[in-house]
């Protein structure tokens, strides 16, 4: 029998979002910036001692989220934990979002709020990037007058690697007084730049934070959203009981009291990413400043030739030809070892002309 379901006219216009690749497990993995030297010992120590009953309990998040908000600099009341960086986002269209109400984006950026944005059904206005992947300040102010319901921002900006300074983020906040500012700070460990300390005195200001990243533990999905008490009640409101599992609420304590290991991963990718950078550079290869874990190159007309065959040699990149132009990519910073791996493949296959 066939029946005719009720589908919501905004899932209907869109397609099913696909992860970009699988099958990634033992090649060298510089597509989703994940830490490719894995999670500290600490983690792994922590998790090992987790029993078969708290395995069968519901988890209890109150007292770890206390003890996460002191590692943050925050109360407990100013940080709500959730299922992965991505599920930090989504609660903000849960929140504040009303089909056909607007959201703002500068493009390109993280590509989930706009996937969140076209399932809430809500209209998306673009400010957009320079040639140089500078970031659109009075593009962004002058649509804020406009009053979107809340405007994202990724600080640093993946993929671009651009980071927004300080005065520019207080022109922001002055301006969207009646627009929620989701400042994505995935990279923070990276840039050390962080916005924490204003939360106070910006009710409109709320921050998003993963451990996806340097702690490593992308297959754990935890995320988290930072922001004053009474503004921060409200995203509450949109959230399940229980959003974080026990082995995340665990990991994500002992990586932050080993704080050694994140501090000497983060040097180490700080230092290969300037020296890879310069060796592109090198070979007339067109990078962009960056404050993450990654850069953004532009490898010209046989870019998109290029980057099909590092992968079968089991080196992933993330190709970004089709939103961005032929032969941009980015790249995230693995160890030296991998990245040497890679230079030495682009200096036998690639052709700078067509």
């Given at each position: 029998m066939k029946t005719r379901l009720p589908v919501r006219a905004a899932i209907l216009k869109r397609k099913t979002y696909e992860a970009p690749a699988e099958g990634r497990a033992g090649k060298i993995r510089l597509d989703f910036n994940e830490n490719t030297t894995g999670c500290g010992p600490a983690v792994l120590r922590a998790i090992a001692k987790l029993t078969p009953q708290q395995f069968a309990m519901n988890p209890e998040n109150q007292a770890p989220t206390a003890r996460i908000a002191y590692h943050l600099g925050v109360r407990s009341e100013e940080l709500l934990l959730t299922n992965?960086?991505?599920?930090?986002?989504?609660v903000f269209f849960d929140t504040f979002v009303e089909p056909r109400s607007h959201i703002l984006i500068c493009e390109p950026t993280?590509?989930?709020?706009?996937?969140?944005?076209?399932?809430?059904?809500?209209?998306?206005?673009?400010?957009?990037?320079?040639?140089?992947?500078?970031?659109?300040?009075?593009?962004?102010?002058?649509?804020?007058?406009?009053?979107?319901?809340?405007?994202?921002?990724?600080?640093?900006?993946?993929?671009?690697?651009?980071?927004?300074?300080?005065?520019?983020?207080?022109?922001?906040?002055?301006a969207a007084r009646n627009t929620a500012v989701v400042l994505d700070e995935a990279y923070v460990e990276f840039s050390g730049f962080s916005t924490i300390p204003w939360i106070r005195r910006y009710t409109n200001l709320f921050i998003t934070r993963t451990f996806s990243k340097a702690a490593g533990l992308a297959a754990l999905r935890l995320g988290a959203v930072i922001a004053a008490k009474d503004s921060l009640a409200f995203v509450r409101r949109a959230m399940p009981p229980f959003p974080v599992n026990l082995a995340a609420l665990v990991a994500a304590e002992a990586a932050l009291r080993d704080r050694k290991t994140i501090r000497a991963y983060v040097r180490d990718i700080q230092h290969t990413r300037e020296s890879f950078a310069a060796a592109l550079r090198k070979l007339g290869i067109i990078t962009f400043p960056t404050a993450g874990n990654f850069l953004l190159a532009n490898f010209g007309p046989t870019g998109p030739a290029l980057f099909p065959n590092l992968e079968r040699k089991g080196i992933l990149l993330r190709d970004r030809?089709?939103?961005m132009g032929p032969g941009f990519v980015r790249i995230t910073i693995g160890t030296p070892a991998e990245m040497k791996t890679l230079l030495r493949e682009i200096e036998r296959n690639w052709k700078k002309d067509a």
């Open positions: 992965g960086g991505d599920d930090a986002l989504r993280f590509p989930m709020y706009r996937y969140y944005a076209e399932i809430a059904g809500a209209r998306i206005n673009v400010c957009r990037y320079d040639a140089q992947q500078r970031f659109p300040l009075e593009a962004t102010l002058t649509a804020l007058r406009k009053k979107p319901r809340v405007f994202f921002l990724a600080n640093p900006n993946n993929p671009t690697g651009t980071l927004v300074a300080h005065e520019a983020l207080r022109k922001i906040l002055k030809t089709k939103d």
